[in-house]
């Protein structure tokens, strides 16, 4: 049996190509999952700077233990963790989310988000932070637990 010329594509003069490793794969659709309903409540109100309205998203008793650059701080309660969140990027005249992830780890809700601010204590000079948050959901499908690490804000251009 000859050999076939080795090609890379595909010629009308040549041989098909060998199917492709995954060519007996199934696509599998994705259940739909509550938790990002949620996710979507929280990033809404984060996104529109009102923080007062990630308590939509959080259970009444929920917690929060956060990593920050001056250490570990928990709160409890939800009007806690808003207020943790004001005090964070409420006094900024500009306030820009340009990034952002909803995932899934396991039971836990992932998300992730970067910020833009500029104004306030920060100068006119935009800095950016960014946080990363592991968030259990109770049975009302609102956030009970959240575990957040926060990288600190930083100039946006590198400057230290």
């Given at each position: 049996?000859?050999?076939?010329?080795?090609?890379?594509g595909?010629?009308?003069d040549?041989?098909?190509?060998?199917?492709?490793?995954?060519?007996?794969?199934?696509?599998?659709?994705?259940?739909?999952?509550?938790?990002?309903?949620?996710?979507?409540?929280?990033?809404?109100?984060?996104?529109?700077?009102?923080?007062?309205?990630?308590?939509?998203?959080?259970?009444p008793?929920?917690?929060?233990?956060?990593?920050?650059?001056?250490?570990?701080?928990?709160?409890?309660?939800?009007?806690?963790?808003?207020?943790?969140?004001?005090?964070?990027?409420?006094?900024?005249?500009?306030?820009?989310?340009?990034?952002?992830?909803?995932?899934?780890?396991?039971?836990?809700?992932?998300?992730?988000?970067?910020?833009?601010?500029?104004?306030?204590?920060?100068?006119?000079?935009?800095?950016?932070?960014?946080?990363?948050?592991?968030?259990?959901?109770?049975?009302?499908?609102?956030?009970?637990?959240?575990?957040?690490?926060?990288?600190?804000?930083?100039?946006?251009?590198?400057?230290?």
């Amino acid at each position: 049996m000859p050999l076939r010329a080795r090609k890379i594509g595909w010629l009308p003069d040549v041989d098909a190509p060998d199917p492709s490793y995954n060519d007996t794969m199934t696509e599998v659709q994705p259940a739909a999952n509550a938790q990002f309903g949620v996710a979507g409540v929280l990033l809404d109100a984060f996104a529109a700077h009102d923080f007062d309205g990630l308590a939509a998203a959080l259970d009444p008793a929920a917690t929060m233990s956060a990593l920050l650059p001056r250490g570990l701080v928990e709160w409890e309660g939800a009007d806690e963790i808003c207020g943790a969140f004001g005090t964070w990027f409420g006094d900024v005249e500009d306030f820009e989310v340009v990034d952002v992830a909803v995932g899934q780890v396991g039971a836990l809700l992932q998300l992730r988000w970067r910020v833009r601010v500029r104004g306030g204590r920060f100068g006119d000079e935009a800095t950016i932070a960014e946080q990363c948050a592991y968030a259990s959901c109770g049975p009302s499908a609102r956030i009970t637990r959240v575990r957040l690490l926060c990288s600190g804000f930083w100039p946006e251009h590198g400057a230290t």
